[in-house]
C-alpha cells in the first residue's frame, strides 16, 4: 500500500471517529484504570458483570423488550481466576485497539490472536465466546454492543430489497456510497455485519420481514416491493444480529412499520418472530439494541389455517412442548391475550403449516390475494 493510500486511510479513519467509537474506548480505559488503582491500593481487582440469566430478566411492556434485571457477578482476581481474568483484559485491549484503528475482528479471529497472549490464550473458541459475552454484558450498561466493541459474528446479515436507498462508506476513503435496492435485478443487497454506519432513504410504507429464503425470492422476482410500496427483508429463519439491527435501525430512520410474515408453527411464533420483536431471555443484555418492540406478526396465523384450507403437517413433541412454554413460562406472550388465544388455539388444532402452503392456491396466490388482502387491515395483526 502506498504512502498516500495510508495517509488517506489514516485520515479518513481519524475523521470517521464517532461519539460510539470515543465512548468505548473512553469506557475500556476506565474499567482497566479501576483495576489499576485497586492494585495500587493494595486490593484485589474485580470486575462485576451483569448476571446473564433468565432469572435476571424481566418483560417490560413500556419498553417492549426483554430488559435485564440488576442482578451482576463479580469476579475478582484470585489463583483459580487469574487466567479468565486476564483473558478478559486481553480481549477488551484487543478491542481498544480495533476501535483505534477502524478495523474489526471475528469471533473466530479473537480466538486465534489470544494463541500469541502466552498464558492467557484460549483453548477453545467456547471459552472466548463466554469471555467475549461477558464483556459486551459489561459494556451494554455503557450502551454498546459488541459490534461496537468491534467483534462481529461469522453469520452475514439477511437480504434486501425493495424501495430503499442505503447509504453506506468506502472503509478505505470514508467516501460515501448509495446502494439502491431496486437494482439488483434477480439478487439482493445482503446486510452486512455491522449496520450501525449506515444511512437510508426511503419513501417505502413498511418493511415486510420474511423467514423462508423460498418465499422471499418469490415476492421479490415478482417484485411484491413495487406493487406494495415496501422493503423486503429475508429472516431466514432466526434472524441474524445484524439483521434485527438493521431492521431496526431502518424502521426508526424511516419511521415505518415492520410485519413479519412467518411459518404458523411454535418455532416460527416462539422463536423467530419473538426473538425479532422482544429478543430472547439469555442475551438480554443485547436487546435493547436488536430487538424490533413496534414489530406486528402478519401471518400465517392459526386462523389462517382455517380460513385458507392450507395444507398441514402434525405438531410433534417439540413442537408442542414449545408452545406450552411459550404460554406458561415467556413473559411476553402472557401480557398478551390474543397470542394466549392463538398459541392455544393451534394446540387444540394440533397442526402446523408453512408459508409455502399457500401455494396450494397457486404459485402468486400469495403476492395477489393473500398478501393484499391482510395488508388492507394490520390493526389486525397479532401483537
Not at 476513503?173 to 446502494?179: D, H, L, P, S
Request: positive net charge; aromatic residues 10%.
Amino acid at each position: 500500500m502506498s504512502k498516500k493510500t495510508n495517509k488517506r486511510k489514516s485520515s479518513a479513519r481519524r475523521n470517521g471517529r464517532n461519539g460510539i467509537d470515543r465512548l468505548t474506548i473512553e469506557k475500556i480505559k476506565e474499567a482497566a484504570a479501576g483495576i489499576h488503582q485497586s492494585i495500587l491500593r493494595g486490593r484485589k481487582p474485580g470486575m462485576k458483570f451483569p448476571v446473564r440469566a433468565l432469572s435476571n430478566v424481566h418483560y417490560s411492556p413500556s419498553k417492549g423488550f426483554f430488559e435485564l434485571g440488576r442482578r451482576k457477578k463479580e469476579r475478582t482476581l484470585t489463583v483459580t481466576t487469574i487466567k479468565t481474568f486476564a483473558q478478559t483484559l486481553k480481549l477488551m485491549e484487543l478491542s481498544k485497539e480495533l476501535v483505534e484503528t477502524d478495523d474489526f475482528a471475528t469471533k473466530r479471529d479473537a480466538y486465534y490472536q489470544s494463541k500469541n497472549w502466552g498464558e492467557a490464550r484460549f483453548d477453545e473458541q467456547s471459552e472466548s465466546d463466554a469471555v467475549m459475552d461477558d464483556i459486551e454484558a459489561l459494556f451494554s450498561l455503557y450502551g454498546i454492543s459488541r459490534e461496537q466493541l468491534r467483534f462481529y459474528p461469522e453469520e452475514h446479515g439477511g437480504a434486501v430489497a425493495g424501495e430503499l436507498i442505503v447509504i453506506d462508506r468506502d472503509p478505505e476513503t470514508g467516501e460515501r456510497i448509495e446502494i439502491d435496492c431496486t437494482r439488483f435485478g434477480t439478487g439482493s443487497y445482503s446486510i452486512p455485519h455491522s449496520v450501525e454506519h449506515l444511512e437510508f432513504k426511503t419513501k417505502a410504507k413498511f418493511i415486510l420481514a420474511i423467514e423462508t429464503g423460498g418465499m422471499y425470492q418469490r415476492l421479490q422476482n415478482q417484485k411484491f416491493w413495487k406493487k406494495a410500496n415496501c422493503i423486503l427483508v429475508e429472516m431466514g429463519g432466526v434472524p441474524t444480529r445484524a439483521t434485527r439491527r438493521f431492521v431496526r435501525r431502518l424502521s426508526e430512520s424511516a419511521r415505518i412499520p415492520v410485519y413479519a410474515f412467518v411459518d404458523c408453527d411454535p418455532y416460527g411464533i416462539s422463536n423467530i418472530y419473538r426473538t425479532l420483536k422482544v429478543g430472547s431471555g439469555n442475551a438480554a443484555h443485547i436487546n435493547k439494541f436488536f430487538c424490533v418492540p413496534h414489530a406486528r406478526f402478519l401471518g400465517v396465523t392459526p386462523q389462517d389455517i382455517i380460513d385458507y384450507d392450507l395444507p398441514t403437517h402434525p405438531l410433534k413433541e417439540v413442537d408442542i412442548k414449545r408452545a406450552k412454554d411459550a404460554l406458561k413460562n415467556d413473559p411476553f406472550f402472557q401480557q398478551h391475550k390474543e397470542w394466549v388465544k392463538a398459541l392455544k388455539q393451534l394446540l387444540k388444532m394440533g397442526v402446523r403449516a408453512e408459508q409455502q402452503a399457500l401455494a396450494k392456491w397457486g404459485l402468486n396466490y400469495v403476492i395477489e390475494e393473500y398478501l393484499p388482502a391482510k395488508l388492507k387491515n394490520p390493526k389486525k395483526f397479532l401483537p
